[in-house]
């Protein structure tokens, strides 16, 4: 599906002026229909300008509000990828090194993580769990016992959000 938009949007960038925005609207809109996309919203850059600023859909079903260039959709899972890519370009230009502790990029936190290495956010294997909201939480309390345990728990939401922290250094 992602792939059909993003066609669509590159298609949109090389349109003559005789093909103008409505039929890329109508494409759009029927892709939209056929692959049942609530809402997007899309930018085309070319050479650095924004030449096309769209909005489609619904930006919230709950509430019916229609999506605007502004926007801001929940993403979930597919940020794991470019924050990937991202942590391996550092990687292979050595700016990034897998067995650096993660308090060299986070401040203020427990000394039982000072464990807690860059590869570890990287493989999903902090141990820690999806919400370390407030360190006296339950969960917290919990996920900093079992680091200093040694027991790690893959594929949480925890990891990855550090993840992306430490990949923007």
Not at 66 to 82: G, H, L, Q, V, Y
Request: glycine share 8%.
């Amino acid at each position: 599906m992602l792939k059909c938009l993003l066609a669509l949007a590159l298609a949109s960038s090389t349109l003559s002026s005789r093909a103008g925005a409505d039929e890329l609207d109508r494409a759009i809109e029927a892709e939209m229909a056929r692959q049942q996309v609530a809402g997007l919203t899309l930018a085309i850059v070319r050479n650095g300008e924004i030449v096309r600023l769209g909005a489609y859909g619904y930006g919230d079903l709950e509430w019916r509000s229609k999506a605007s260039p502004d926007t801001r959709f929940e993403i979930a899972s597919m940020s794991k990828m470019f924050t990937g890519a991202a942590v391996r370009i550092l990687m292979d230009e050595g700016r990034l090194d897998p067995e650096t502790a993660v308090s060299r990029y986070f401040d203020a936190l427990p000394d039982s993580w000072t464990g807690i290495k860059v590869r570890h956010l990287v493989t999903m294997s902090t141990g820690l769990p999806a919400s370390t909201t407030g360190r006296s939480s339950p969960s917290a309390r919990r996920a900093i016992a079992k680091w200093e345990e040694g027991s790690r728990e893959a594929g949480t939401s925890a990891n990855t959000c550090m993840r992306g922290r430490t990949s923007a250094f």
